[in-house]
Structures are given as structure tokens and as C-alpha cells.
């Protein structure tokens, strides 16, 4: 065995004291993921709650999924309605984001502006790129459920872009991305200055 191998072979090994349940909850954290707003009605009452585990499933037809948490009353609505609106929030958003993941908030009250689609599910009209979905499929996993959504209808303007700064959640706070300005790169991101976090 030459040295590079042996090298490479003390790389591979596992590190002793972690557990794989800490180095996923660790390597999650630092792991940036998109934020959304999901929004629902199965009958009795409106609910709404933030997500970071939106993921795109199928372009064709347009399909996306994301994890409920078996703790949140709110997902437990979500789970029981058979359409729900996928709400994409930007760095402008994170206000009703971080509003719509506190636990206790009348996301729905006066104070909210929030409006109903013609088919009934309600939303927030200040969100700019939102989708109407049908829940498709539950997996459901130990202390969670995976939904499935097929996207049916788009908020007005959705194709024409966004110019706001993209809303990510990594290392238990909220920042802003922003691209690199340099047309001799390939698109690239980085974590600004700036980034609200809390």
C-alpha cells in the first residue's frame, strides 16, 4: 500500500465520537436551503407555516415536495387539505417568513394582508411568485411527512423573474444571497455582509 493510499484510507474513516445523528443535524445546519411559505384551508380555518425543505420533484408535470413536522399544529392542518399554495419568498418576504414560523402568531389576523385565490385557498397577494398546488402523495417518516404537490396555476407575472435578493435559512438564521458580479465567472453565491439574521 503506497502512502497516498493509506493516507486516503485514514481519511475515509469515521470520526471518533460523532454519531451519524449529530454530523446530520451539524452538516444540515450549515447547509443552506431556499425558504417558503406554504398556506392551506381544509375546512375549518386557514393555516399557514414556513419551510426550508421545499425541493423540486418533476418538471413535467411541475411537481415540488416538502417535509411537515409532526410537532406543528399546522402541519397537521396542512396534511388534511387536498390543495395548498406554495408562496416563494425573497429577502423582502422574511418579515412575514419569520411571522409565519413563530409559534402562536394569528398568521391570518387584520394585521396580516392575506386574500383568498377563486378556488378558495388563501394566500398572501404580497408574496410576488406564488403557485396553486394539489396534494398528491404523504410519506409519511418517523416525526415527520413528506408532501408531494402537483403545481396547477401560477401567480400573475411568475415567468418575468425576480429582481429581490434570494431568502435562504442556514446555521439557525435568515440571510440574503446575492450574485457575484463578474461575467468572466460562472454564477456563484455568497453570503453578504449584511444578511439579516436572527
Known amino acids: 500500500m503506497t502512502a497516498r493510499s493509506e493516507k486516503q484510507e485514514r481519511a475515509a474513516q469515521p470520526t471518533a465520537g460523532v454519531g451519524v445523528a449529530e454530523a446530520f443535524m451539524m452538516a444540515f445546519r450549515h447547509h443552506p436551503a431556499g425558504v417558503a411559505i406554504i398556506t392551506a384551508d381544509p375546512g375549518d380555518g386557514p393555516v399557514a407555516l414556513t419551510v426550508s425543505s421545499l425541493i423540486s420533484i418533476s418538471a413535467s408535470p411541475p411537481t415540488v415536495a416538502f417535509s411537515l413536522s409532526d410537532n406543528s399544529s399546522s402541519a397537521h392542518a396542512v396534511r388534511r387539505a387536498e390543495t395548498v399554495v406554495v408562496h416563494f419568498v425573497r429577502r423582502s418576504d422574511m418579515k412575514l417568513a419569520r411571522f409565519c414560523a413563530t409559534r402562536g402568531k394569528a398568521r391570518f389576523g387584520t394585521d396580516i394582508r392575506w386574500a383568498r385565490l377563486d378556488s378558495g385557498e388563501p394566500y398572501y397577494p404580497?408574496?410576488?411568485?406564488?403557485?396553486?398546488?394539489?396534494?398528491?402523495?404523504?410519506?409519511?417518516?418517523?416525526?415527520a411527512c413528506l408532501v408531494s404537490a402537483e403545481l396547477l396555476e401560477a401567480s400573475p407575472g411568475a415567468g418575468?423573474?425576480?429582481?429581490?435578493?434570494?431568502?435562504?435559512?442556514?446555521?439557525?438564521?435568515?440571510?440574503?444571497?446575492?450574485?457575484i458580479a463578474d461575467a468572466g465567472l460562472a454564477p456563484l453565491f455568497l453570503w453578504p455582509d449584511d444578511s439579516a439574521t436572527f
Open 126 to 143: 404580497d408574496v410576488g411568485l406564488w403557485f396553486r398546488a394539489a396534494v398528491r402523495g404523504l410519506f409519511p417518516v418517523p416525526g
Open 160 to 179: 418575468e423573474g425576480l429582481a429581490d435578493d434570494a431568502l435562504v435559512y442556514a446555521n439557525r438564521g435568515w440571510h440574503g444571497l446575492r450574485p
